[in-house]
Antibody, heavy 122, light 110 residues
Framework: QVQLQESGPGLVKPSQTLSLACTVS??????????WSWIRQHPGEGLEWIGY???????FYNPSLKSRLTISVDTSKNQFSLKLSSVTAADTAVYFC??????????????WGQGTLVTVSS | QSVLTQPPSASGTPGQRVTISCSGS????????VNWYKQLPGTAPKLLIY???QRPSGVPDRFSGSKSGSSASLAISGLQSEDEADYYC???????????FGGGTKLTVL
């Protein structure tokens, strides 16, 4: 069973970089057999796709976030990470990491982390 | 403003059948498969339907999905109190080159 756990600061100052990591257990990041995704949910609102990484390096990003976004993997820690630069209050949200086998679709996400609230405030 | 359009709310009584619609366009639902998620308050979404009408292991057959043209629907039969949740549709969008979600439908079991 694949399990994911987000970690990172819960409070980020405006204009700084939001950095989150997702630790994966039950699957190997280095195997390249999964799409590893980030999705966020603004308070009281719907889901917003952030992006995903697969094949240990290829990425697809939400066009509206692309200029500020980096998703990468750290195979030594079996983690993938999210970095979002120049954050504003509009980036305050619950951030979910997620994964789905490469045999499926990156839109049909099987495994989710519990989510972590990141607040952007000074 | 979500790319995929869902009604904000739906309701039904126990045992009833309810449907939730998801409307898109030729660049998303019209040319790609639709997936549905269920989300309980304070928890992560759970995949309910993939590839328009397929249920992951463990999802009851009370849940079914369909697609026609650029629209899709989720049907829940034999409504139960534990079905009260938010439901989201999702699809790939060829124009945006990314995943798009519906705005979500809050289902209330009366």
């Amino acid at each position: 069973q694949v399990q994911l756990q987000e970690s990172g600061p819960g409070l980020v100052k405006p204009s700084q970089t939001l950095s989150l990591a997702c630790t994966v257990s039950g699957a190997s990041i280095s195997s390249g057999g999964y799409y590893w995704s980030w999705i966020r949910q603004h308070p009281g609102e719907g889901l917003e796709w952030i992006g995903y990484i697969y094949k240990s390096g290829s990425t697809f990003y939400n066009p509206s976030l692309k200029s500020r976004l980096t998703i990468s993997v750290d195979t030594s820690k079996n983690q993938f990470s999210l970095k979002l630069s120049s954050v504003t209050a509009a980036d305050t949200a619950v951030y979910f990491c997620a994964g789905t086998p490469y045999s499926g679709s990156p839109v049909a996400i099987d495994y989710w982390g519990q989510g972590t609230l990141v607040t952007v405030s000074s | 403003q979500s790319v995929l359009t869902q009604p904000p709310s739906a309701s039904g009584t126990p045992g009833q059948r309810v449907t939730i619609s998801c409307s898109g366009s030729s660049s998303n639902i019209g040319s790609n498969t639709v997936n549905w998620y269920k989300q309980l308050p304070g928890t992560a979404p759970k995949l309910l339907i993939y590839s328009n009408n397929q249920r992951p292991s463990g999802v009851p057959d009370r849940f079914s999905g369909s697609k026609s043209g650029s629209s899709a629907s989720l049907a829940i039969s034999g409504l139960q109190s534990e079905d009260e949740a938010d439901y989201y549709c999702a699809a790939w969008d060829d124009s945006l080159n990314g995943v798009v979600f519906g705005g979500g439908t809050k289902l209330t079991v009366l």
